[in-house]
């Protein structure tokens, strides 16, 4: 027990999400969506909102509507921090094939997100959970510069600063305690093809404990003690994978930043946790499913996973 991070906190009181809110155009072989309300800090804040409060800090433009900003507040998120600026909303478009773990970017018009300057309000400095969604690596750390040390950084990245920016995102690691990636992330950032040895290096460079998302076949967690498999929910319904990544994320470090004590056990509820606000997500296009969910559904189906992967004592 001695090499297990485990202490005891009081729960803290919102955790701080920074990343991309945006109007996503997709196109799945179910149907499309059309100019609906995405981003990476929209999906991660709503479905770590049913764990704690957030306070969520992004850049919209002026084209943003109230009904989405209403459904934000309506679900607890603090919007101080959301920044509104002249000009366009973030757009990105993704198509999925029939297999909807491949999917292809159409286009990412970054409008007002290409002036976006991460800028804490006084209030949210002190959050005990940072979430750093998706962006430059250099702003994910002039985030960090801003709040005083907390206690868990969670980080995603992806293969645009992978490839783009190794190094600043190398020295953004070293202050990163969960990285999430998914597996071709993962490989690309270690240059190991092996998932275990790829594992092993990006550990070495900060993280104690790495997520690898693999879609529908579920994550593996690595950390201090071991690794953690989980598998995707079974689900007969699943329209659009846009989001389930950072709803993971959400449930994630929702339920972490909800939990009185750290250590192996919490971190393997957490992953089931972020396995569950994802199998909702994909339900519906957009946020249309999280912003509809209620905790009885999410404790049934968390109830349901454990039985998924129980195979003794039944
Ligand atoms: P996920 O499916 O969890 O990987 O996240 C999808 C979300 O990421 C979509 O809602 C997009 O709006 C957002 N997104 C896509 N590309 C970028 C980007 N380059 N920077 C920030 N967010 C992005």
């Known amino acids: 027990m001695a090499f297990v991070s485990l202490w005891l906190k009081s729960p803290s009181l919102a955790i701080l999400a920074v990343g991309s809110v945006a109007f996503d155009t997709v196109e799945t072989p179910f149907g499309r969506a059309e100019r609906v309300l995405g981003g990476s800090a929209s999906f991660f804040a709503v479905a770590a909102s049913f764990f704690v409060p957030v306070n969520l800090v992004a850049v919209v433009g002026s084209d943003f509507p109230e009904e989405h900003l209403q459904a ?10 959301l920044e509104r600026m002249d000009g366009k909303t973030f757009h990105w478009q993704g198509k999925y094939s029939y297999d909807l773990n491949a999917r292809d970017t159409v286009c990412t018009d970054l409008n007002v997100f290409e002036f976006f300057k991460p800028k804490i309000p006084e209030r949210y400095r002190r959050s005990e959970e940072v979430f750093l969604g998706n962006i430059d690596p250099v702003l994910q750390r002039e985030v960090l510069d801003q709040v005083e040390k907390p206690r868990l950084v969670a980080c995603d990245t992806m293969n645009f600063w992978i490839a783009g920016k190794p190094q600043e995102l190398k020295r953004t690691l070293e202050r990163v305690d969960v990285l999430l ?3 071709a992330e993962a490989r690309q950032l270690s240059g ?8 092993r290096a990006i550990r070495a460079l900060g993280p104690k ?3 690898i998302k693999k879609g529908e076949h579920g994550v593996l967690m690595f950390g201090e003690e071991g690794s953690f498999a989980a598998p995707a929910f079974p689900l007969e319904e699943v329209f659009d ?8 994320a959400g449930g994630f470090v929702g339920y972490l930043a ?7 056990e919490v971190l393997r509820r957490a992953v089931i946790m972020g396995s569950t606000l994802a199998s909702f997500c994909v339900e519906a296009f957009s946020l249309d499913r999280l912003l509809h969910l209620t905790r009885p559904e999410i404790d049934e189906r968390f109830r349901l996973f454990r039985r998924l992967t129980l195979f003794e004592e039944l």
């Open 192 to 199: 190991e093809w092996n998932v275990v040895k790829a594992a």
């Open 209 to 211: 404990t790495l997520v």
């Open 72 to 81: 934000f507040r309506t679900r607890g998120i603090d919007l101080e921090g």
């Open 241 to 248: 994978p846009t989001g389930a990544g950072d709803s993971f």
């Open 181 to 183: 990636l998914n597996d």
């Open 258 to 264: 909800s939990a009185r004590e750290r250590g192996e």
